[in-house]
């Protein structure tokens, strides 16, 4: 079973930064492709960005240009860097590990204050 921590949410005025993290319990990221997805009040779960396990990355259309996603294989770890963020950025953050099985994190909170 592999576990996903996320950190690195908070509270940060519109035009600010913040950098997620995401750490999996094991050896996974060579191997699965990793996600960002986030979910708003009342709305759906939305991919954010990805990351292949071949280093291939993909953006939401919204976030193109704001928001950078990276891994360092040797530190299990996943991030999520969101630059100019916007009140529309506000969710609730989650990891998602996509292979063989598929596996998700308990989520970050992100609040982007006008």
């Known amino acids: 079973q592999v576990q996903l921590v996320e950190s690195g949410g908070g509270l940060v005025q519109t035009g600010g930064s913040l950098r997620l993290s995401c750490a999996a319990s094991?050896?996974?990221?060579?191997?699965?492709?990793m996600g960002w997805y986030r979910q708003a009040p009342g709305k759906q779960r939305e991919l954010v960005a990805g990351i292949s396990s071949g280093g291939s990355t993909n953006y939401a259309d919204s976030v193109k240009g704001r928001f950078t996603i990276s891994r360092v294989n040797a530190k299990n770890t996943v991030y999520l860097q969101m630059n100019s963020l916007k009140p529309e950025d506000t969710a609730v953050y989650y990891c998602?590990?996509?292979?063989?099985?598929?596996?998700w994190g308990q989520g970050t909170q992100v609040t982007v204050s006008s």
């Open positions: 998602n590990a996509d292979g063989a099985r598929t596996f």
């Open positions: 094991g050896s996974i990221l060579s191997i699965y492709d």
